[in-house]
């Protein structure tokens, strides 16, 4: 089973990333995908949840109408849209997987700074 996530790096205030997290080794589209956040000195929290059997999603309120969390089953890959980025959304980004079994990604690094 592996998460790989790709996609973060370093971005200005106001600016826009978009985070991929690969899957392989198990059903995909069986699993509810997630994507969470660990700050430094903070614990991890979630960001946004995106479900296996209709796509519903829901999000953390920090992050509501600013950040969008996808899936395509065919790809077996999980994003996450992130717009109008602030210095608080800095972290490091976790894909996680909860179905039969549950994983995680090894995480990407999202800087945001002028």
Same mark, same amino acid.
């Given at each position: 089973?592996?998460l790989?996530?790709?996609?973060?790096?370093?971005?200005?205030?106001?600016? @826009?990333?978009?985070?991929?997290?690969?899957?392989?080794?198990?059903?995909?589209?069986?699993?509810v995908m997630?994507?969470?956040? /660990?700050?430094? !000195?903070?614990?991890?929290?979630?960001?946004? %949840?995106? +479900? @296996?059997? #209709?796509?519903?999603?829901? &999000?953390? #309120?920090?992050?509501?109408?600013?950040?969008t969390? @996808?899936?395509?089953?065919?790809?077996?890959? %999980?994003?996450?849209?992130?717009n @109008?980025?602030?210095?608080? #959304?800095?972290?490091?980004? &976790?894909?996680?997987?909860? !179905?039969?079994?549950?994983?995680?990604?090894?995480?990407? /690094?999202? +800087? %945001?700074?002028?």
């Open positions: 089973v592996q790989v996530e790709s996609g973060g790096g370093l971005v200005q205030p106001g600016g @826009s990333l978009r985070l991929s997290c690969a899957a392989s080794g198990f059903t995909f589209s069986r699993y997630s994507w969470y956040r /660990q700050a430094p !000195g903070k614990e991890r929290e979630l960001v946004a %949840v995106i +479900t @296996s059997a #209709d796509s519903s999603t829901n &999000y953390a #309120d920090s992050v509501k109408g600013r950040f969390i @996808s899936r395509d089953n065919a790809k077996s890959t %999980v994003y996450l849209q992130m @109008s980025l602030k210095p608080e #959304d800095t972290a490091v980004y &976790y894909c996680r997987a909860v !179905g039969s079994g549950r994983f995680w990604g090894q995480g990407t /690094q999202v +800087t %945001v700074s002028s």
